[in-house]
């Protein structure tokens, strides 16, 4: 199965082009359904509510990180961290509809015979996918998260829809919030995936389509950047580091009822998002790859380093896509 083509395609354009085949290929070819790939009624399946292995990880998490949360009696330790996790999971289910609705906004606008047309729309249908599966460990994990911060979640309609308006934009963010969740979920892995196993197999299922995902996020904006003028290039450039910074905080930190719930004191909230060097080391290394990509587009300049800095957000780009962090460390 090959995609259309369309006359005078010159050499980046083509590029592109075999870059979106091969991803389109790739979905068809290789892709999970979240009720036949997870075995959800399965005895090794099954939740654990007790399971030691909810336990926040100081490495990893900002709030497992704190001298408070490492204080408290197991039990305790157990309960937050299964909250937090069934939360980061609603959320990523929430920001994947935004994905949706920007997505579907751009395509219809889109001439006959564009790839990218149906890449999109495999996309979506991985994205359809991965919030059934999302909300389905939610459900079986039995905590009643919120999900997104309410301001988010009142503005996440207007969100999708501007994104048809704004294409650029709309990937930038579409990366905002994917490499979050998706290095969290590999350092998750890399530690050791000690984890309950529903919550490991969702991850893994998610970390192997959100490959194709996010490699069509980059080669998109590659394709788009260099195409407009340097105005535009400019409020990229400013956009870049801002839908990162903001949307990392809409991600992974908590609503304030979680706090309000589990009697979090105040300072240990502004300690964990995202005052302290732990915290802020762990934010930071959320977008090695986008300071890569940022440069590779032309988008780090002195002004927007000292952006990137000013955030919290700066360090050294990744030499590699998902390199870990042991280096910076």
């Known amino acids: ?29 290789r892709n999970f359904d979240p009720y036949l790939d997870i075995d959800w009624d399965g005895t090794d399946f099954a939740i654990d509510p007790q399971d030691p292995r909810w336990i926040l990880s100081p490495e990893i998490d900002p709030l497992g990180a704190t001298a408070w949360y490492q204080r408290l ?12 996790v069934a939360n980061t999971i609603k959320v990523g289910a929430a920001f994947e ?19 990218e047309f149906r890449y999109c729309l495999h996309e979506m249908t991985e ?10 460990l939610v459900n079986r994990i039995g905590v009643d998260v919120p999900g997104m911060r309410p301001f988010f979640r009142a503005l996440s309609p207007f969100i999708g829809v501007a994104g048809g308006y704004a294409h650029v934009i709309l990937v930038i963010g579409i990366l905002g919030g994917e490499e979050p969740i998706d290095h969290y979920q590999k350092a998750l892995i890399r530690q050791g995936g000690n984890l309950p196993p529903a919550v490991l197999r969702t991850m893994e299922i998610h970390i192997a389509e959100e490959a194709r995902h996010i490699s069509f996020a980059n080669e998109f904006l590659k394709a788009h950047i260099e195409k407009l003028n340097s105005a ?3 409020v990229c450039a400013l956009a870049f580091p801002l839908a990162m910074r903001w949307l990392a905080g809409e991600i992974m930190a908590p609503p304030r009822s979680f706090a309000t719930q589990f009697d979090i004191p105040r300072e240990v909230i502004k300690e964990a998002f995202w005052r302290s060097p732990q915290a802020r080391k762990i934010l930071s ?8 990509l940022a440069d590779e587009l032309g988008l780090m300049n002195p002004v927007t380093r000292r952006l990137w800095k000013l955030l919290h957000i700066d ?5 590699y896509r998902s390199e870990p962090e042991r280096r910076v460390a």
């Open 73 to 84: 009696p197991q039990a305790r330790q157990i309960e937050i961290g299964k909250w937090r």
């Open 285 to 292: 290394g959320y977008f090695g790859d986008m300071r890569s």
């Open 1 to 29: 199965m090959t995609l259309s083509t369309s006359p005078q395609v010159g050499p980046r354009k083509q590029d592109y082009r075999e870059v979106l085949q091969t991803l389109s290929e790739g979905s068809v070819t």
């Open 97 to 115: 509809s935004i994905l949706i609705r920007g997505l579907m906004q751009y395509i219809m606008k889109l001439p006959n015979g564009s790839p």
């Open 127 to 136: 994205e359809c996918s991965h919030i059934q599966m999302f909300q389905e």
């Open 232 to 234: 535009s290039t400019a």
């Open 315 to 319: 360090g050294a780009p990744s030499r």
